[in-house]
């Protein structure tokens, strides 16, 4: 991965924090939610490969 890469995930998680609480300076508390998140990823993954088969990611999340 490139720096690219690390910049869109850390947007993504800017975008969906929530709540947050500001213990000092220094640490948060930050509330997500799961689908939030999952179809964030989604959204880049298929923003940087056209192949990206969300069908089969979905699945592999669900599986045990």
Same mark, same amino acid.
């Given at each position: 991965?490139?720096?690219?890469?690390?910049? =869109?995930?850390?947007? $993504? $998680? =800017?975008?969906?924090?929530?709540?947050?609480?500001?213990?000092? !300076? !220094? !640490?948060?508390?930050?509330?997500?939610?799961?689908?939030?998140?999952?179809?964030? $990823?989604?959204?880049?993954?298929?923003?940087?490969?056209?192949?990206?088969? !969300?069908?089969?990611? =979905?699945?592999?999340?669900?599986?045990?």
């Amino acid at each position: 991965m490139t720096r690219k890469d690390y910049i =869109k995930f850390a947007t $993504l $998680l =800017k975008n969906l924090r929530t709540n947050i609480y500001k213990n000092n !300076e !220094e !640490e948060y508390n930050f509330t997500l939610n799961f689908n939030d998140v999952y179809n964030g $990823l989604v959204e880049i993954f298929k923003s940087d490969n056209n192949r990206f088969d !969300e069908t089969r990611f =979905k699945n592999f999340i669900r599986n045990k």
